[in-house]
């Protein structure tokens, strides 16, 4: 294959976590009238018994924080790609919390499953599993996570309790990744912008195989977009059918491992803290944790995967696991029954069984 011309990519979004150690125009903390609307907005929904996952923009009205969460929904897109919500109150109980949660999630997108099962509410959690390739998610063990972005425009986690010690949050650009690369090895660009195989792990569309290919890097009418999981490309390896990692995989692999963790941002969640990331341009990752052995204690964060309005065009290579790679398009999440996920109106429609998990505080 002729190599292709690749250019460094100038974008706000081209941070390095050091700089941004300096900066604190990613921490928003609530103001004291944009949690009297949020509350004001929860008891409206209340008054009128709507269902959970009912509950739609024009039901939790925002008057005013509306504006501020259009200008957060901008920078996440066109800005630094990420922004940190901080001092939720949390004396709210869990069914009014998922509701507060929910409701903002409402003026950002729209929620997409997570898993086959159709959660629309990720919880994340220790529950004592093993992390192998299996089709457990590593976000229910306490082990810590690579670097990775999930199958939706926006991913968002809100901070309900701290661990004990531990389970540091870790996010990094895709965009800086991608001008060091070039910078130190542009022998390897090249690879990051040819498919790789990735495995499903048992959460593939129904009809498909149990692997799928797309590159780690692409563009699309000027957009780039970087997502990437290393962890389900190197599951597919142990599928007898798939190649082998060739040698120029292999190291682009060891360099963005390298790269991720040198130019990457660490933060503690705070609880009442909501970390909002556009997974095109920001992967994320964890440190392990050890958590208390209460019940009630233990570190507990819930998560949204949204569908953004004026989230990026997608390059080719990304239909089969987004559904829709146009902009203004409801796509991404995991398939919970056929053709749901590519059609948000019947999944809302038929959802039996399909439930946001109940936490405890």
Known sequence: MQAQKHNSIETPCAWKGADMKNRTDWLRPFSAAELAEIDAALQAVKRRGIDLFDIEKKDFALPNFAQGLAKIAQ??????GMIMLRGLPLSY????LQIVYWGIGTHLGTAVSQNKTGELF??????????????????????GLQFHSDRCDVVGLLCVRKAKSGGASRIVSSVSIHNEILRRRPDLMDTYYENWVHSWQGEEPPGSGRTYLRPVFGFRDGYFTGMFSPAYTQFAQDFPEVPRHTPKQLEALELYGQLADELALDMQFEPGDIQLLNNHVIYHGRTSFVDYPEEERKRLLLRLWLSVPDARPLPQGYEEVFGNTERGSVRGGVPCREGWWRDVTQFRKHRTGIHAAKSTN
């Open 75 to 80: 920078e996440l897109e066109t800005g630094t």
């Open 122 to 143: 990720g919880i994340v959690k220790d529950f004592q599993e093993n992390y192998v390739n299996t089709t457990r998610r590593g976000s229910k063990t306490s082990a």
């Open 93 to 96: 109980s869990p069914d009014d």
